[in-house]
């Protein structure tokens, strides 16, 4: 049985100007590769709502699960629970818990809870909060959709709450077979290799050391056995 | 009249695993700001020939240029030139043109010109080369979609060749102002400035530095006077 998929979505018109470079969809892919969760894709969209809206209705419809980073706080190009209750066709108010939990948090500090930050208490319907350690406001699960904040250590927080809810697959093993000759000599063999080994997949990654090529043969499987096989096959095919 | 739209298509198992960081897209954003090209969507699949034709023909069909990174080496899991030809619905077969590049190269290094480099040279029907002067083997250009290697250094290499090519807009000019107050306090006032300045984006951006919140207002337009009037209004508003 395939494993489960994943799609991720990131939302923010700071990606895609060049002003921030993500981090989140990199962190996000290494930690589903360790739960057996295939990320089978991944979209950057700008603050717009249609774009939002039409990204994430084909995502949820196509993939298990659907993990959004970005525009969950509190200023006037944070839409993203906006446009999630939009793509859900359910409405979307302040609510009681997630205005609690803010409440509290700025009164320990003595930071006045504006009409702005209320606005991190929008949550759509139906939806289950994502609690928050780092600063407080919530990200929400709403069926396959987890919507998540873009700031990194926020979302790599609510990653690590969702992750253990979500159904996992086999773990997904990999072991790197350095070839120090250039890929266009590995191609030929590697590909009857891949070939013997229809389960595993066999990635190929140039790299250029001291003005010499080489490549990392990369294979990866759920089954330990079957990896091992391969990397022994791989040394046997390109000793040297 | 709004800027010329892009979009991007990142092709590539090693991403979606997290087994390598994406630096192409950061990359690809910072070039086309500074020539007025709105990039609006990226989108990252796995080496799967049904996953790459659906988003290249949803792309190209949607935005004014595609640019895509990845999948143009030998190795068996580089598939994207067949992708983009049957994207498109044209053949494919090793170009002559291409051919004799990549001859001379591998004749000038005395390395074998086989089977797998050959692959390199299959271009779809009527595409135009891509020069390649890291390691010659070329992408390509076939309408509005220019298909280039996943290899950073080789990426930005045939950026540079081709970004001369596309029609710019006004190139984007972006001032950051910041205000040491954290986003929940600033959201209100820049609301009602954003509303002011229609023609202009504003972004904010939160921090954290030695235990207090910041946020960096970021203003973007492509009228400098417009800008400055919008930078000399968000000082009036937050001056401490």
Chains 1, 2 share one sequence.
Request: charged share 20%; hydrophobic share 45%.
């Amino acid at each position: 049985m395939p494993n489960p998929s994943a799609a991720m979505l990131v939302i923010g018109d700071e990606i895609l100007s060049g002003r921030t470079r993500d981090a989140n969809m990199h962190f996000l892919a290494q930690e589903l590769t360790k739960v057996g969760i295939d990320l089978k894709e991944v979209r950057v969209v700008s603050d717009d709502h249609d774009a939002i809206v039409l990204a994430l209705n084909a995502l949820r419809k196509t993939f298990h699960t659907v993990i959004t980073s970005g525009g969950i706080g509190p200023t006037h190009d944070d839409i993203t629970a906006d446009c999630v209750a939009a793509a859900f066709g359910v409405g979307i108010d302040v609510r009681d818990d997630a205005r609690a939990l803010l409440q509290a948090y700025y009164d320990s500090r003595g930071t006045e809870f504006n009409e702005a930050r209320k606005r991190m208490a929008r949550i759509p319907d139906g939806a289950a909060l994502i609690e928050n350690p780092v600063s407080i406001a919530p990200g929400f699960s709403i069926e396959n959709v987890h919507v998540m904040a873009g700031v990194p250590s926020v979302f790599q927080a609510m990653v690590a709450s969702v992750l253990p809810t979500l159904t996992g697959g086999a773990p997904i093993l990999s072991q790197t077979f350095r070839v120090e000759r250039g890929e266009g000599d590995v191609a030929g063999p590697l590909a009857e290799i891949a070939k013997a080994f229809p389960d595993l997949s066999f990635g190929s990654y140039p790299y250029q050391l001291n003005g010499a090529y080489g490549s990392n043969v990369v294979v990866r499987g759920s089954d330990g056995a079957r990896v091992d096989a391969a990397m022994t096959r791989l040394s046997e095919v390109f000793a040297v």
